[in-house]
Structures are given as C-alpha cells and as structure tokens.
C-alpha cells in the first residue's frame, strides 16, 4: 500500500539536499586563485572578470589619488618566505637590487576591497598598492605605462598575480590612473625604487615637494647635451686611430637620477661590454657609456639604449 506521508517525507529530503549540495565559497585575498582578476570577460559586454570592477562611490577624482610616499620599511618576515602557488615555487628577494621588467599588469577592485592581504593589511581599491610574485613585502616601485608615458609609484603589499602572463597586479586606483581599467590589463614597466635610508636621505637633499614629483626611476627631465658637428664626409666611413667613442644618455643635478639610469642600463646589459660611469662635472651628473672602439659599435649600444629607455642617445668622441 502507497504510503503517502512517507513520500512526502523523503521527497523534502531529496529537495533540501539538492539545494544545499553546492556551496558558493569566497576565495580569500591571499589565496592564488583569488588573484586572478582583473580581465574582462569574453563577452564584449564590458562586464570584469568574476563580476570584479570599481566600486559604487569612487572618489570623486580619482587622478587626484596621490602616489604611494616613499618610506624605509622592514620586511615582514611572515610575508617573505618561500613559497609555493599553482604548482611554482617562488622564493622573494630580501635585499635591494636593481628589478626592470616589461609585462603584463592586471588589476583587481571590489572583488576583494576589504579583505586582507598578504601583508595583514587590508585591501583598498583607492590606495596605490600592487601584488608581486617575489619583491619583498613591503616594497616601492614605479609602475609605468609605455603607451601612454603614465607613471605611478605603489607600495607592494600583496603575493600575485600567478598567471604565467602576469607580472604585476594593480590596485584600481593605480591601474587607473595609468588608464588600465578600460581593457583590463596592458603592458607595463616594472622598476624597484631603493628607499634604504640612504638613498632616501638623497632624495630629501633635492626637496622635492611631493611624491608625485619624485622621479627616482626615470629622469623626468634631463640637459641634453647637443650633437658636435659631424666630420667630413671622407672621414664618416673610417674610424681614426686610437680614437674611442662614448654614449651620454642623460645628465641631472640630482645625483640619485643619475645612479638610477646607470642601475637600469646595467640591468638591462645595454652596453655590452662597455662601462657605464656616471661622471661629474660644473654641477651635473652625466651618465655614460664606453668607450667603444668603433662608431659602429657605438651606434649599436645608442639605438639599443633608444628603444628601450626612450630617451635620447648621444654618440661623442669624449
């Protein structure tokens, strides 16, 4: 005989397990796969990633945010040691060296505003901070935007981003700023800024007014030095004897400028085999390159210098 209470039983049973088989579980800030934001998705409808993106009430002028302030800070040890994500390992820095790489740098924003980083510090999508996979926590570097020259300096707080194609991940207020937000993701420049008590006691001797105008990791203005005139034309084919040829890429009044560029062309190896010296002469710092024992060679080094720091390139003779 059909029992009809017991159907009813087991049929509300079968009901509630099925409504609570599947649980929608919030991946925390500081595990990897939380870090994978900040693309759009596929549709072309402009919507971001896991329904990431800005807030409700951003400020009101957002390009207004201003950089991160540079301070000597101590590592954290809890947020430096090695680890392993997504099947790497990764071990952090622990010691200042000179860090210039060109990747890709995605964002993320209300997703995770709130929530806590790899720091112990909460996360602001209006504060100018990034994740890296293994610059020290906390760490200083410039961000900038080769496409459209836009800079900004964040403080990195956070472990991410852990796609191979990523380099950096941006707050919202950062990537922002270097007009990011609107694809997503893009190509940047990555440089880490020394703030050892020295190299900012360096800075404070420039009084410079503000963060915004710091420009510790590419000189925002340098004198370039005008091109001697050339020789003449029998002379342009043939390299004199004895005669060495030098690079001067750029020239400041403020000394830590000038030892950041040379850090930066080491770093890259720009010049081969050349010195890179900064030389001092009638209050500026020049930096140089040389010598080369040929016009050719260092023509070579200017193009290379050219392209990828962007700045003029001056071939002389001394």
Not at 70 to 89: D, F, H, I, M, Q
Not at 94 to 108: D, I
Not at 183 to 191: M, R
Not at 286 to 294: N, Q
Request: with cysteine; net charge positive.
């Amino acid at each position: 005989m059909f029992n009809f209470q017991r159907f009813i039983v087991i049929l509300c049973i079968a009901l509630i397990t099925a409504c609570g088989g599947k649980s929608a579980v919030k991946k925390g800030a500081d595990t990897p796969a939380a870090k994978q934001t900040g693309t759009q998705t596929s549709s072309g409808k402009g919507g971001y990633y896991l329904d990431d993106g800005p807030g409700n009430n951003p400020p009101a002028d957002i390009d207004s945010i201003p950089n991160a302030e540079l301070k000597t800070e101590t590592p954290l040890v809890r947020a430096n040691k090695p680890y392993s994500a997504l099947g790497e390992k990764y071990v952090p820095m622990t010691s200042y060296a000179p860090y210039f790489k060109r990747g890709v740098a995605s964002w993320y924003g209300k997703r995770y505003h709130g929530q806590k980083t790899s720091s112990g510090e909460v996360y602001d999508m209006y504060a100018m901070t990034g994740a890296h996979t293994t610059l020290p926590i906390p760490s200083y570097v410039k961000v900038t935007n080769p496409a459209n020259k836009r800079s900004v300096i964040v403080r990195i707080n956070d472990r991410g981003p852990f796609k191979h194609d990523r380099l950096i991940d941006l707050s919202y207020a950062a990537a922002y700023k270097l007009r990011l937000t609107g694809q997503g993701s893009g190509l940047v420049e990555v440089e880490w800024i020394d703030t050892s008590p020295e190299a900012l006691r360096k800075l404070n001797t420039t009084q410079v007014a503000s963060s915004e105008d710091i420009v510790v990791v590419a000189p925002v203005s340098y004198t370039e030095m005008p091109a001697k005139t050339s020789a003449p034309a029998q002379k342009n084919n043939a390299d004199v004897a004895n005669q060495s040829y030098y690079i001067q890429v750029g020239a400041f009044k403020n000394e830590l400028n000038s030892e950041l560029l040379q850090k930066k062309i080491l770093g890259l190896d720009l010049a081969g085999d050349a010195a890179v010296t900064n030389v001092y002469n009638d209050g500026i710092y020049r930096v140089k390159l040389g010598p080369f024992d040929t016009r050719k060679q260092a023509d070579i080094s200017a193009n290379k210098v050219r392209k990828q720091l962007n700045m003029p390139a001056i071939v002389t003779n001394q």
